[in-house]
């Protein structure tokens, strides 16, 4: 099969089945103290007037920042009953996750990114960069949701490292 360097820039997804109720998931998404438990050093949230509020709200923006000190902020586009939509890379991309329940009590979540501004080279760098953080958040969303544990670096010197 012959690649295009264009294929490299397309959507990433990554998915998991997570033991957990979706109040629980959509939380873990959409709380500013609950992401901070698995994703965030700090989650900040701001509803459309530019008020701050606890969770993310449709049409309001938010300030994410990570252990080591580097910052996210862009647009909140949808928060609903089956999935949390938002700006990312400065609202050069966007990211949607969805959680769907099955008859088991597992809830599939999904998290989809695709970057639509930039250069090729900065949508392929953010594609591979972020599908490998993805692949490791979803996996620590998952074991924070269903044992308690954060599997994170808490240590902000040790840059460079998929879990920081």
Known sequence: MKYSLE???EPVEVK?????????????????????KWFLTRAEHFDSTGQPV???KEGGRYVWTWVEGSQ???QIIEVSASRF???????????????EPDPAGDVLVKIHQEMHDGTLDERI??????HL????????????????????????????????
Do not use: M
């Open 16 to 36: 998991t089945w997570i033991k957990s109720d979706v109040e629980s998931i959509k939380n873990a998404w959409i709380s500013a103290e609950q992401i901070t």
């Open 54 to 56: 606890d969770e993310a």
């Open 133 to 164: 953080g993805w692949a490791f958040f979803i996996t620590n969303l998952k074991a924070w949701l269903e044992h308690g544990i954060d599997l994170r670096e808490t240590d902000p010197t040790r840059r460079g490292a998929t879990n920081v």
């Open 125 to 130: 760098y953010a594609q591979k960069e972020c």
């Open 72 to 74: 996210d902020q862009a």
């Open 85 to 99: 939509v938002f700006g990312w890379f400065e609202g050069n991309g966007t990211v949607t996750v969805t959680w």
């Open 7 to 9: 294929s490299f820039a």
